[in-house]
């Protein structure tokens, strides 16, 4: 794993599996690995910035919360995410700050994240800290 | 890994085990039943059986494979005077995504000598990719919700007579606008009219061979006729409706004492304030599909006369059939001898009604429904038929069915080399982006004729005729 996050084989979605040494670490890698499935390791000086906050009932819902906001600030505003920022973190609450490029300034390397599943939803925390996977549809 | 054991031809059963309310019954012929063993496919299709009110059977089509929750090629029925579910997770996240097929008045030899036209002007006017890009005008969007393909023909996007070779004339009943999000309508607001990327696209095809010429005659086709499929749906405000709802389901699951192996088989009693709430935004979101499809079968056809300068009228391109394979709808169905109300989920499955079925058009009663197949972007599609007595609530195949994950499929080949093979085999290529080929390339996927074989000899749907690319918009 490179990065903090990997894309993961699934027949016909995308998994995805990232880690942390804190939580806050943990969702920003999630966010650039969301990222990573349609645009790959995008690298360009930031146009567009705009701030997320979701909460949820527990860590698990929170994950796909947040995925899930992404991917529609992503649809809605035409945004490729360049830089994420987590700016307050528990299992129940998330505040960010994206930066990025018009998605219309980047070629796709991978099909767009239709949504966030449950299946195969697994958020951890061990010794070395947080690793959760999950699977995208795409 | 769940237990097989061949019940057929091609029938094998997932005996019932553990929570399974009925057992598994999987439409497969040796090769793709092994396929379908390569991943979880078997073990959801024992999942969806553990489901409140499941009847008959969790049923799996030849084209199954793994996807989240159910398998895609899953289909369920539940009873619903018998407490049983919906689940959005037997619809997915794409609503009402489906098939639509036009004929045409060209040959394939029309075709050769316009091709650069005709691919140049699709290629134009179909929007694709991720996010916004839309034919239609976004105000024609809260009409849409509620009343599906006919608010865009209303507003020039289609002829009339489509909606009578529509599933549902193109419009689900019961859809309520305000149980969509407004993250939702923000979503689709800007789609209405555009195929989206991944595994959808607009395909340019041939009727290659007829095995069945009445019934294509009544559906329209004739061997070397040009024709143009679409597979589309519900774009961002289906994605975004199917995961409002899911999140509602989580604390709607514990009140009324329902646990389920997958929090993606989330569900709720149909007869329920949520369930009554979770079809209603179905229903919208579905409208919005059919229209979307309408749009674009709207656009091709002025794609078709702009080519080759004549009228839309002359192009011929009349709608064969337009059905959805990702929905779940209450139909009655037989149930150990008596007629019940079901919520007959079918997620990448295909409706097909057999003759005589009341919501036939009234020109294919004696017919059966138009089952669409698509293949992938260099192999065959398949128009089926409906047949009596259809084992698994009148369902059949919705397509080829993945056979391997995207990350190994781009390994194999790059786009560009996908692109310039379906070239030289005469599929004209017109991608959003060239980099996804390699995705969707024909090796990633099952052999249609194979699940289409299937489907005939398990008495799902008929053989009626096969189509072959010859030029493809992808997203």
Known sequence: MIGGYALTAHTADVGLLATGPTLSALLVNLALGLRAVTFGDLSATPTRRCTIEVEADDLSELVVAWLSELVAVQEIEGLAITSVQVNEATERRVAGTLEGISHDEVELVGPPVKAVTYHGLNVRFHESGWTAEVICDV | ?475
């Not at chain 2, 899953?74 to 997915?92: C, F, R, Y």
């Not at chain 2, 002829?159 to 009943?173: I, Q």
Request: hydrophobic letters at 40%.
């Open chain 2, 1 to 475: 890994m769940s237990e097989l054991r061949r019940a057929g031809d091609v029938l094998w059963e997932v005996p019932r085990r553990g929570e399974m309310r009925v057992p598994g019954r999987i439409y497969a012929s040796q090769d793709l039943i092994v396929q379908a063993t390569h991943d979880r496919a078997v073990d959801q299709v024992g999942n969806v059986a553990e489901l409140p009110g499941v009847v008959t059977a969790s049923f799996a089509m030849p084209d199954i494979h793994w996807g989240y929750g159910f398998p895609i090629g899953g289909v369920a029925a539940t009873d619903v005077a018998a407490g049983g579910v919906v689940s959005p997770g037997g619809v997915g996240f794409d609503i009402c995504c489906g098939v639509r097929l036009l004929a045409s008045a060209f040959d394939r030899t029309d075709f050769d000598h316009r091709r650069e036209p005709i691919m140049g002007e699709l290629d134009r006017r179909i929007p694709r990719g991720l996010g916004r890009g839309a034919i239609a005008d976004i105000r024609l969007v809260d009409a849409v919700l509620e009343q599906g393909a006919s608010a865009v023909i209303g507003a020039g996007h289609g002829w009339p007579e489509d909606l009578d070779r529509c599933e549902e004339r193109g419009r689900s009943a019961g859809a309520d606008p305000d149980a969509l999000s407004v993250r939702a309508q923000e979503r689709g607001r800007g789609q209405l009219g555009s195929l989206g990327a991944g595994n959808h696209f607009l395909e340019v095809q041939v009727v290659d061979e007829l095995f069945d010429d009445d019934s294509a005659r009544a559906f329209g086709l004739r061997e070397g006729m040009v024709v143009v499929m679409i597979h589309c749906g519900s774009r961002g405000l289906g994605h975004q409706t199917c995961t409002d709802q899911l999140k509602l389901m989580g604390p709607a699951m514990s009140r009324h004492g329902i646990r389920v192996p997958d929090r993606q088989l989330a569900c709720v009693p149909v007869s329920s304030p949520e369930g009554d709430h979770y079809l209603a935004a179905m229903a919208a979101s579905a409208n919005f599909a059919w229209a979307n499809r309408q749009v674009l079968a709207a656009e091709a056809r002025r794609a078709f006369a702009a080519a080759f300068g004549c009228s839309e009228r002359d192009t011929g391109m009349r709608l064969v059939y337009d059905v959805a394979h990702n929905l779940a709808k209450l139909e009655d169905h037989e149930v150990d001898g008596t007629m019940r109300q079901l919520c007959v989920h079918r997620k990448g499955a295909t409706r097909a009604f057999g003759p005589g079925h009341p919501a036939l058009p009234t020109d294919l009663a004696n017919v059966g429904q138009p089952v669409l197949v698509p293949g992938s972007m260099g192999t065959a599609s398949w128009v089926l038929r409906g047949v009596a007595g259809n084992p698994a609530f009148a369902s059949a195949a919705h397509g080829a069915g993945r056979l391997m994950s995207r990350t190994k499929a781009k390994k194999i080949e790059s786009g560009h080399r996908v692109r310039s093979e379906l070239e030289d085999a005469g599929v004209s290529v017109r991608p959003g982006s060239t980099k996804l080929l390699s995705e969707e390339a024909p090796y990633a996927y099952k052999d249609v004729d194979a699940v289409v074989d299937v489907c005939h000899r398990a008495g799902l749907a008929a053989r009626v005729a096969r189509l072959v690319p010859v030029g493809v918009v992808k997203g």
